[in-house]
């Protein structure tokens, strides 16, 4: 997986047209997330936080159709959580997925406070190559009861 990470007003993202089908560009706001398929031949466009995915193609939109008629949670994460809290159901972004997700968006943080590109192994769960950035990926010790949870994915 390659990622690149860009933040700031000034890293807005922009949509080549092979994807818009000669159609006008859709706004992507000021957040969120464009995926690109090593395929080409779709976008994903995740706004922040709550909003919903779009799919962006010149010609896939029949084909997923189903896909993309998917409603969504019933409550937004707050509300999942507190009620999974609460004994009542679980949430609706389960850690197995959350954990993972925050964990990419600290690496990515990292890259972004250090101004440099950086390269990830995912077996040793290091930075090649620096030293900084791996003692910002490490941070201080947890607590006992709290140690499983800080695992790297």
């Given at each position: 997986?390659?990622?690149?990470?860009?933040?700031?007003?000034d890293?807005?993202?922009?949509?080549?047209?092979?994807?818009?089908?000669?159609?006008?560009a859709p706004g992507l706001?000021?957040a969120?997330t464009?995926?690109h398929r090593e395929?080409?031949?779709?976008?994903?466009?995740?706004?922040?936080h709550?909003?919903?995915?779009?799919l962006?193609?010149?010609?896939k939109h029949?084909?997923l159709?189903?896909?993309?008629?998917?409603?969504?949670?019933?409550?937004?994460h707050?509300?999942?959580?507190?009620?999974?809290?609460?004994g009542?159901?679980k949430?609706?972004?389960?850690?197995?997925?959350?954990?993972?997700?925050?964990q990419?968006?600290?690496?990515g943080?990292?890259?972004?406070?250090?101004?440099?590109?950086?390269k990830?192994?995912?077996?040793?769960?290091?930075?090649?190559?620096n030293?900084?950035?791996?003692?910002?990926?490490?941070g201080?010790?947890?607590?006992?009861?709290?140690?499983?949870?800080?695992?790297?994915a």
């Open positions: 997986v390659h990622v690149v990470w860009k933040a700031g007003g890293h807005a993202s922009s949509i080549d047209k092979k994807y818009l089908g000669g159609k006008k706001g000021g969120g464009l995926l395929q080409e031949d779709y976008l994903v466009h995740r706004n922040s709550s909003g919903s995915s779009k962006i193609s010149a010609n029949d084909d159709k189903e896909a993309l008629n998917n409603k969504g949670p019933g409550n937004d707050m509300e999942s959580f507190t009620q999974a809290c609460m009542r159901g949430t609706e972004s389960p850690f197995s997925v959350s954990g993972t997700l925050t990419v968006l600290n690496l943080m990292i890259a972004e406070y250090l101004n440099t590109d950086l990830f192994d995912r077996k040793t769960q290091k930075f090649i190559g030293k900084v950035a791996n003692t910002l990926l490490s201080p010790a947890p607590r006992k009861e709290w140690a499983d949870h800080y695992k790297l």
